[in-house]
């Protein structure tokens, strides 16, 4: 490997890690924003999402210009293809944020109306589940992988419960109908970060032992 390569690889790594560092920021706004009901933090996080999309645009091209360059081969090539991927997942992750925001600017406007689901706990763990994919990937830490994948089914059983119990207050007060399916759709957002962040888990074990695990294959 040429010092040349290896700087380009470590520019990459180091352009990844800092989008991480931006997406997991803008999910914690996102957490804020529905905590507080806040509109204005739900305004920033819209505003500002034209910066991870210039970012990953800007890794994704970086990443094909060095395989066409150097003609990568083995953990190299895998690193290239992880990250392309991650990148992909990031930029996801942050437009759920804004997902989330645009349903906070609607029911910031219904405060009359009460939360009939404590989001705490799935925010908790879908923001657990993404800090440990990336520090995964700052380690090249394959324990800490695959504990993230083994996190998603609480998620899962998490948005499963908000749900049914979105679902039975939505039968119970009809005049709430758009303030609560606002709710479901906070649950659902919440529900896809975690998936992308065991997307990105599922990379950084592809990325160091060149093992496949998707589709429960763990």
Not at 36 to 65: G, P, W
Not at 73 to 90: G, P, S, Y
Not at 97 to 112: D, G, H, L, P, T
């Amino acid at each position: 490997m040429t010092k040349n390569f290896q700087r380009e690889l470590d520019k990459i790594k180091k352009a990844i890690l800092s989008l991480g560092a931006l997406v997991e920021e803008r999910v914690r706004m996102a957490i804020r924003a529905v905590e507080q009901k806040d509109a204005d933090i739900a305004d920033q996080i819209i505003e500002l999402d034209l910066e991870i999309d210039d970012m990953e645009v800007e890794i994704e091209e970086e990443c094909l210009k060095v395989m066409a360059l150097h003609q990568p081969v083995a953990v190299d090539l895998r690193f290239l293809t992880a990250v392309i991927k991650i990148n992909n997942d990031l930029e996801r992750i942050g437009d759920e944020s804004v997902n989330i925001a645009e349903r906070v600017k609607i029911i910031a406007k219904m405060n009359q109306h009460e939360f009939v689901f404590d989001y705490s706990t799935m925010a908790d763990k879908t923001q657990l589940m993404l800090q440990q994919s990336l520090d995964a990937l700052v380690n090249m830490d394959t324990d800490l992988a695959f504990k993230t994948l083994l996190m998603d089914d609480e998620v899962d059983k998490i948005n499963r419960d908000a749900y049914i119990k979105i679902k039975d207050a939505m039968e119970k007060n009809s005049n709430a109908l758009e303030f609560l399916i606002n709710l479901l759709f906070i649950s659902r957002h919440l529900e896809r970060v975690a998936d992308h962040a065991t997307n990105i888990a599922e990379e950084v074990i592809y990325m160091i032992e060149g093992e496949i695990v998707r589709h429960g294959k763990f």
